[in-house]
């Protein structure tokens, strides 16, 4: 922020004594009041004083947010009769966007508490809010409401038409793609274009447009950025384990640097730059209670950079976040020099990562991780643009010294986040400056004031201990398959023709299977359950099977064996220690699986379904074990359309003489199998009871368990076996299942343990 010096003595005629050389001219409060309104200044009426206006809630100053006081005693912008400078009320985008349905009032343009209700036209069905409100930060409540019709050639949903967008593309079949500009003047937030990827889903995130009043609020900067620092955290952990109370420090190949720059041009002020302090302060304690260590740059800058914390120590010190500390609390802002060099910034950036990459190899380097964080207005206006500095950085990144081979199997090594913090931020400079795969990185904040505690709610640590389905890709680790399934249970239950079984953690206490694994007469210190290494079997306490479940129900009307409510719950002595290698999977409905789907604000079951079990074919897992190797299989779902054809195989199944597949299979199973349009996976004997489930960024959330299928092309063996042209797999739909799971699991009249917190509805 601030203006250089080339400003002087450009208005001669205003300010004779600037020629002098040494006298200052003030600037004057003439003709600068607000409609409305107040305002304050930095530094007075003196030459770089920056004149702030204030409104009242919900209101925002116009045409103007602030003037600067330049060097020969005037404003700039110069104040102007019109439009006069008056408080305006906060408006939000137009909703009346929307395809297919209707949004009521109809208002030319909508205001801050303005309520609106959305209704589909007959044949549609209403995705996202029914009712928005216009918020005091110029965005609307809840989410993009969309009216859409399944159709078979769409493999993704309907993206939507946020509001103030006009969108081009209307197909939505794989690789093709969509793209959003906003009405008017708005600024858009988030991807322009976006493609459907094979997997159903959008890449990139839905386009919000911003006023120049509109802004983000902590709450939904913890939340996107929280939930996207935190997948940075925890998939970097290839070795996180205190043995001996001994910190293994991570090896070279799974580094991660974090690189903070803050602007303190703006706040030349001790006080302004101790809030920046305290809240990285915060940043650094939140993410040392994740088991990584990253490695740390914290430069704060004006026209020079003041480096307060050097990477480059870390490579051959131990620096504790105590040590980090104490350095940037004896940092003091001395600083004369009014400029600001963002370029600069980026160049102590990338410098310090060509001396990283030196030091500990190139090979090495490829494995390092980074994220950048800058605070800053974007008002350089010292050393150029940072663009082709940014560029270098990401080239050496994505290992592309030319920048002209995308490699998008590199985007995920690099974050760069942009805070526009400040009363007058410069979008278009800073926006083109943020990098990385998905998720939010350009985010707009009134002050630093609550920066901390945004900081402060992004990573909880109960969080992280609890955070469902959380796993690591990594293949060439020790105990690689536990840390990719860490929520995979094995279970024996020992009678004259043992069952095996396969099912998954779902809390500390709980295992889910299915419950054919058990027989009349199986008592729990028959059943041995598995999890983690070593052999070594859990203590079970219990045993319940879902009430419904009744395998000879249906005997007489031509099922031998009918799988029903194939659910139980095997209820542990003792809470599993939860580790990499021990940690619940996602369960459907239940608020943690919202948080790992980044359903941001109140989320429903339904929303959570829409998201994993699209129409169509979703493409899903399960495990198979044969000996003591663990596989995975894959299956697609038929659903929607597809769901008839592929049920209409279990008449096939030994021991079905009914000719009524609805007898056979009900609404609560999910049927895989078959060669087409995929060759599916089929599932064995011994698969039963396991998870079917999806990942979704780096969480797996289980939709299904396996429950029994048409053919047994495994015989005795098992392992991973294509299915035939006729097999299928039906699969229990735990949405179908949930208030047997939340009756056990989200109990809350007990002492046994800790409920499972279920979405209301
Ligand atoms: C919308 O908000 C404006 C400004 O607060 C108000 O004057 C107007 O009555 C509201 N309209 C409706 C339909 O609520
Ligand atoms: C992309 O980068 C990965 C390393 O992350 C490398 O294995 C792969 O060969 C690269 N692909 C191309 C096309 O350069
Ligand atoms: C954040 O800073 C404010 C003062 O700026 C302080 O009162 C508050 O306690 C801090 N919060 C946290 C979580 O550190
Ligand atoms: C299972 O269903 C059969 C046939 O309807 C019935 O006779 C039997 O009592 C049921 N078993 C249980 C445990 O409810
Ligand atoms: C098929 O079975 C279902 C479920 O038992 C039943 O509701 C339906 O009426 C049956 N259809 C026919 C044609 O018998």
Not at 241 to 262: A, C, D, F, M, S
Not at 566 to 573: C, G, H, T
Request: with cysteine.
């Amino acid at each position: 922020m601030g203006f250089s010096m080339q400003w002087i003595c450009l208005t001669v005629l205003s300010c004779l004594l600037c020629m002098g050389g040494e006298v200052r001219c003030d600037c004057t409060e003439e003709r600068i009041q607000i409609a409305g309104g107040h305002y304050t200044f930095t530094k007075q009426l003196n030459k770089d004083s920056m004149l702030i206006y204030q409104c009242p809630d919900d209101y925002y100053p116009y045409p103007h947010l602030t003037r600067m006081c330049q060097p020969d005693g005037s404003w700039r912008p110069p104040p102007k009769r019109f439009p006069p400078q008056k408080c305006k009320v906060v408006e939000c985008p137009d909703p009346n966007v929307l395809q297919n349905g209707n949004v009521s009032p109809f208002l030319e343009r909508y205001f801050v508490h303005n309520e609106t209700t959305y209704e589909c036209y007959s044949g549609y069905t209403l995705k996202g809010s029914t009712k928005r409100v216009c918020l005091p930060n110029g965005k609307w409540s809840g989410s993009t409401p969309i009216c859409s019709r399944d159709t078979a050639e769409n493999n993704c949903a309907d993206p939507g038409i946020p509001a103030g967008t006009s969108r081009t593309g209307d197909i939505f079949g794989i690789d093709n793609t969509v793209k959003y500009s906003c009405i008017g003047n708005l600024l858009l937030v988030g991807s322009e274009e976006r493609l459907c990827q094979e997997n159903g889903q959008w890449t990139g995130i839905e386009p919000t447009c911003y006023y120049r009043h509109t802004y983000d609020t902590s709450l939904e900067v913890s939340e996107s950025f929280g939930s996207a620092i935190r997948d940075s955290l925890t998939i970097l952990e290839p070795s996180d384990e205190t043995q001996l109370g001994r910190k293994i420090r991570i090896p070279k190949h799974g580094t991660l640097n974090i690189y903070i720059g803050v602007d303190i041009s703006e706040s030349i002020e001790q006080a302004e730059v101790d809030k920046a302090i305290n809240a990285i302060t915060v940043l650094i304690s939140k993410i040392s209670s994740f088991s990584v260590t990253p490695n740390y740059e914290i430069v704060f800058f004006s026209s020079e950079v003041f480096e307060v914390v050097k990477i480059l120590d870390f490579l051959d010190k131990d620096i504790k976040p105590k040590n980090m500390l104490d350095e940037m609390k004896k940092f003091k802002v001395d600083d004369k020099n009014t400029g600001t060099d963002l370029n600069l910034l980026f160049k102590t950036f990338l410098e310090r990562m060509s001396i990283m990459k030196q030091r500990v190899g190139d090979k090495n380097f490829e494995e390092h991780r980074h994220v950048l964080m800058v605070f800053t207005d974007g008002a350089y206006n010292m050393g150029g643009s940072p663009d082709r500095t940014v560029q270098k950085i990401k080239n050496m990144v994505y290992l592309d010294p030319t920048g002209q081979k995308k490699n998008e199997s590199r985007d995920e090594y690099l974050d760069i986040y942009i805070f526009g913090v400040g009363k007058d931020i410069l979008d278009t400079e800073l926006m083109p400056l943020t990098a990385g795969k998905d998720g939010k990185h350009y985010f707009r904040m009134k002050d630093i004031t609550n920066l901390n505690e945004t900081f402060d709610e992004i990573i909880d640590e109960e969080e992280v201990k609890g955070l469902c389905g959380l796993h690591k890709e990594y293949e060439a680790v020790e105990n690689a398959v536990r840390k990719k399934y860490p929520w995979s249970a094995f279970i024996r239950v020992e009678r004259e023709k043992p069952s095996n079984c396969i099912g998954s953690l779902v809390t500390s206490k709980f295992i889910l299977t299915a419950a054919h694994c058990f027989k009349f007469g199986d008592l729990a210190e028959h059943v041995k359950v598995e999890i983690g290494d070593g052999g070594i079997s859990e203590l079970v306490e219990e045993f319940k099977l879902h009430p419904n479940y009744n395998n000879t129900a249906k005997e007489n009307k031509g099922v031998k064996e009918f799988y029903d409510y194939d659910v139980a719950l095997i209820q542990l002595k003792n809470d599993v220690k939860i580790s990499n290698i021990a940690r619940p999977i996602c369960i459907p409905c239940t608020i943690a699986t919202s948080n790992a789907l980044q359903l941001v604000g109140a989320s429903t079951c339904r929303q959570q379904e829409e998201i994993l079990l699209k129409n169509h074919l979703e493409r899903l897992n399960f495990l198979t074990k044969r000996g003591n190797t663990v596989a995975l299989k894959e299956a697609h779902a038929k659903l929607g359309g597809n769901r008839g054809d592929c049920i209409r195989h279990a008449l096939e199944a030994p021991g079905i003489t009914t000719a009524n597949v609805s007898e056979v299979v009900t609404d609560n199973f999910i049927c895989t199998g078959g060669r087409t349009p995929f060759r599916d996976h089929i599932a064995c004997h011994g698969d039963s009871g396991g998870a079917v489930f999806k990942n979704y960024e780096r969480r797996t959330i289980q939709v299904a368990l396996v429950s029994w299928g048409n053919e047994d092309l495994c015989g005795s063996g098992g392992g991973v076996i294509e299915s035939g042209e006729k097999s299928r797999d039906f699969h229990i739909n735990l949405f179908r299942v949930i208030p047997f799971l939340k009756s056990i699991l989200g109990k809350e009249d007990q002492t046994d343990y800790t409920p499972l917190e279920f979405l209301p509805n």
